[in-house]
């Protein structure tokens, strides 16, 4: 069976270079996608990306056209007055090149308004049938809308929360975490959801209806 494609997105939040460093190291991609100044942590540590996304409103002039005279590297650039983020349009150029799971670096960061739509742009890709997932050194996002299970070896942190996207979630059944629940309806405003811990060897999230945010976190 032919393995899903993945696509790493580095846009131009806040990054750790460790974190950064450990991702290229320990994960395959097909391909790289700096979005912007996300450029800058890529050429810091090395890697070259398949494709550069942006308006290049941030990213430093020289650094541009150091990559503009760079073969092999696919640039995609933009106006600054447009009708989509920079990694709106990173995120469905990798879908269009039939990208399967997508994982963003440097999506949260010091812009909120930034961050929350970067979390509404995974719900875009669930509903194309791409799995994304936003990483920093303390969070692991992503979204479900079916029942899945994590083992607690696997999962990134201490702690597992469950926040509805959708008005209502029905059905949420949590077995093998620290506080259990059986056919809940979690709603949006409650915050019954955060803070649940792994506990067993692996843990079962169940749902009947409705999109979960699931944020694994560590202090």
């Known amino acids: ?43 810091l540590v090395g890697k070259i990306p398949n494709i550069l996304v942006g308006d290049f409103d941030t990213a430093k002039p020289e650094l541009i056209k ?22 709106e349009i990173a995120i469905r150029l990798a879908v269009k090149y039939q990208m399967k799971e997508v994982i963003l670096l440097g999506a949260l960061g010091i812009r909120f308004d930034h961050s929350i739509v970067n979390i509404h742009l995974l719900y875009w890709m669930m509903q194309q049938g791409v799995h994304g997932e936003i990483w920093d ?43 259990p629940l059986y056919e809940t309806i979690l709603e949006k405003g409650s915050s ?17 209806n409705g999109v979960l945010l699931i944020i694994q976190a560590r202090d």
């Open 137 to 179: 050194t303390h969070n692991r996002i992503f979204l479900i809308d079916h029942s899945i299970s994590i083992k607690k070896e696997m999962c990134f942190g201490t702690y597992i929360s469950l926040l509805p996207l959708t008005d209502r979630v029905t059905g949420v059944t949590l077995k093998g975490m620290k506080y």
């Open 1 to 43: 069976m032919e393995q899903s494609k993945r696509a790493l997105i580095v846009t131009g939040g806040e990054i750790d270079k460790t974190l950064l460093l450990c991702v290229l190291r320990k994960e395959v991609f097909d391909i790289v996608i700096a979005v912007d100044n996300g450029l800058l942590p890529l050429h």
């Open 66 to 87: 150091y990559y503009r005279e760079k073969k092999g590297v696919e640039i995609h650039e933009f106006p600054p007055e447009k009708d989509a983020t920079d990694t």
């Open 192 to 208: 019954l959801g955060v803070s649940n811990e792994i506990v067993s060897q692996e843990a079962q999230i169940l749902l009947e």
